[in-house]
């Protein structure tokens, strides 16, 4: 991807521009959905508690609205996600960012972990899931299994990072999902915050990356280097 020579429109249209902290605001969230609006982002990503108010607040915009599900930590009881998935399509996300249970992954529980996917896809029609696999945790056999099994059960991205773990995105980890898992596309999240940064990950084979920075990103796009 030839980030270089790419228009304002096309980058803006690879950013979750995101504000999942616990303390974001009303006021936060429209800033956020005004800021999204403003530069044409892909989405605006936010807790599922704010779906209805940024889906309203993007409504004809053309940026969609991404909510986070089982966010941070994604370990709670089974059908958990899916409802939280399911409550917030019907306040308007179209977009779902799930984490995945990186502890039934890790103890081998593979069952649990494709049901537990399926029911959050089943639960999310007619909007895009991504699965965050919070790859800071995960050996790299690890990762290749967790995107093949996000792939197999008709999910359309893996995330790397929510940002609350220990360490966030990195090349590495996308140049090896985009190496053994074909057809899967990487959403790269935690610690993009400049255009540089960026640059790298799209050419890296990354679809889009979540950031807080994004009208940061935005603005980098022209300076010199």
């Known amino acids: ?15 979750d521009h995101t504000n999942v902290r616990p303390d974001a605001t009303e006021n936060d969230i ?19 508690c704010w779906a209805s108010l940024a889906s ?60 537990e996917l399926s029911e959050v896809v089943d639960a999310s029609t007619g909007a895009m899931v991504k699965i965050i696999i919070e790859a800071c945790y ?10 093949r099994l996000i792939r197999d059960v008709g999910a359309p991205y893996v995330k790397t990072s929510t940002g609350y773990g220990p360490g966030g995105a990195t ?15 990487i959403k790269a999240s935690g610690g993009i915050r400049t255009f540089e940064n960026a640059r790298r990950f799209l050419e890296a084979g990354a679809s889009r990356i979540g950031t807080s920075s994004g009208p940061r990103i935005m603005e980098g796009l022209n300076r010199p280097p």
């Not at 089974?78 to 306040?91: N, P």
């Not at 995960?138 to 995107?147: M, N, P, Q, S, T």
């Open 56 to 115: 309203e607040r993007l409504r004809d915009s053309g940026v969609r609205t991404c909510c986070v599900v089982g966010f941070p930590f994604g370990s709670a009881a089974l059908h958990t996600k899916a409802f939280e998935a399911r409550e917030a399509v019907g306040a308007g996300a179209e977009e779902i960012d799930a984490v995945i249970n990186v502890g039934y992954l890790k103890s081998g529980l593979l069952d649990s972990v494709r049901r």
């Open 171 to 185: 090349l590495e980890d996308v140049a090896l999902i985009k190496k053994e898992v074909p057809g899967i596309k």
């Open 138 to 147: 995960l050996a790299d056999e690890e990762k290749v299994l967790a995107a």
């Open 30 to 48: 429209i800033r956020l959905c005004d800021e999204a609006k403003e530069y044409g982002f892909a989405s605006a990503c936010v807790a599922s």
């Open 1 to 15: 991807m030839d980030i270089l020579h790419m228009g304002a429109d096309e980058l803006a249209r690879h950013i």
